[in-house]
């Protein structure tokens, strides 16, 4: 490695004239990936060897994670990946490679990257080119990034084999569900695929959710309530199945993605009853509740959502459908209603702030926390101008 960094180091695509180079440089690290133990010092030396920087290395260091491209994935596309993958509570993602098959030689096989640990492949489509709604039209349009959203997708498939498939009730619960709702269409969230998709190929249940989920996690419980208003429980059912799985103790996350920022997660506050089941749902200034009958099927939900500009409009439906208020860090209040500045929500811009800002500094798309204040993918000191420039109470 040390003698011949241009060859199996990173830094710089190797031409396509090379092919068999070029593959046996990703097997190589495909390899060093199963075999490198799980010290994060252990993997940042291997990392080191890689030349491996920013998202790159740590999705390795951090994940144990190689994205297998032949070093042409866009700063911006493995950014996407970093924040998705640094999204997903700890210990539930089994993955160890993501390649990106558009951007690796043809009819390489002698040199298979694919390895014991779980991996999935990704489009080269790079972010902000192209746009997809990921949901029916009895749901409002939502347009997300089509990068991270097939990123979504495959990670995915992995949070489904490494941890609902080992758990027994997670496992029982994901196929149980599908048995429930059947061939029908209208009985899934993602309705917009062929009659019987999901009770043929079972394995797309949950990534094909995540599509959805982490385009606006919201609109999945709007369009779960809509349908059940109409008389099918199962979407809503399959949307509180999402929300367990991204649960730790009484918090789970939603997301929403956008052209412009492929995903911004954020902290839903939930309640549960005797029998572990979510009870409530509070989303920003929305609350869902939901109520069980002796089958533990759904029987009712509500939502209800305040009303902070005293407009007469319901908050979440200014901002998710009729769209004529702003909510710049996705936490599902109207700007107008609070500052964005206040990172920690306690109603001042102050030194709190400010060290959580830093604490973020040059991360990514700002973190869990939306550091990024100005939206433009990284926290710097365009995002601590702003908030300096809101300094002390916030106006309302």
Excluded at 178 to 204: C, I, K, W
Excluded at 303 to 319: F, K, L, R, V, W
Excluded at 363 to 377: I, R, Y
């Amino acid at each position: 490695l040390a003698g011949f960094p241009a060859m199996y180091g990173r830094g710089t695509p190797i031409a396509s004239t090379f092919p068999t180079t070029l593959r046996g440089r990703e097997r190589l690290w495909r390899t060093l990936t199963d075999l490198t133990p799980e010290s994060s010092a252990e993997r940042s030396s291997v990392a080191s060897m890689a030349n491996w920087t920013g998202s790159r290395y740590s999705l390795f260091v951090d994940y144990g994670l190689v994205v297998a491209d032949n070093d042409r994935a866009s700063t911006a596309q493995l950014n996407a990946i970093h924040k998705w993958v640094s999204s997903i509570p700890a210990g539930r993602l089994s993955l160890e490679a993501i390649t990106i098959s558009d951007f690796l030689p043809v009819g390489q096989a002698e040199f298979d990257i694919s390895g014991p640990g779980c991996q999935v492949n990704v489009f080269s489509t790079n972010v902000g080119v192209v746009q997809e709604n990921p949901f029916p039209t009895d749901a409002p349009a939502w347009q997300c990034d089509l990068f991270f959203s097939v990123v979504a997708h495959e990670v995915s498939h992995a949070l489904d084999a490494g941890w609902v498939t080992p758990s027994p009730t997670l496992d029982a619960r994901r196929d149980a569900l599908v048995t429930d709702a059947g061939t029908q269409s209208l009985n899934y969230l993602r309705s917009m695929l062929p009659t019987g998709f999901f009770a043929q190929y079972p394995q797309e249940f949950i990534a094909s959710i995540a599509n959805q989920w982490t385009a606006e996690s919201h609109l999945c419980f709007r369009l779960g309530r809509t349908r059940f208003e109409s008389g099918r429980r199962q979407p809503i059912e399959q949307a509180l199945f999402l929300a367990e799985l991204y649960a730790t103790g009484n918090t789970s996350l939603f997301f929403r993605g956008s052209p412009s920022n492929p995903v911004v997660p954020r902290q839903v506050s939930l309640t549960r009853d005797a029998l572990g089941r979510i009870r409530t749902l509070q989303d920003g200034t929305t609350n869902f509740q939901f109520s069980y009958g002796a089958d533990g099927h759904v029987v009712g939900v509500t939502e209800t959502s305040e009303d902070c500009n005293a407009n007469g409009i319901p908050d979440s439906y200014e901002i998710l459908v009729a769209r004529t208020v702003s909510d710049s860090n996705a936490d599902m209040i109207p700007d107008s209603c609070q500052c964005p500045a206040d990172i920690n929500r306690d109603g001042v811009v102050n030194g709190v702030d400010v060290a959580t800002l830093l604490g973020a500094w040059g991360a990514p798309q700002g973190g869990l926390l939306d550091t990024d204040l100005n939206d433009d993918g990284i926290v710097n000191g365009a995002d601590l101008a702003i908030l300096l420039a809101a300094w002390g109470p916030c106006p309302n």
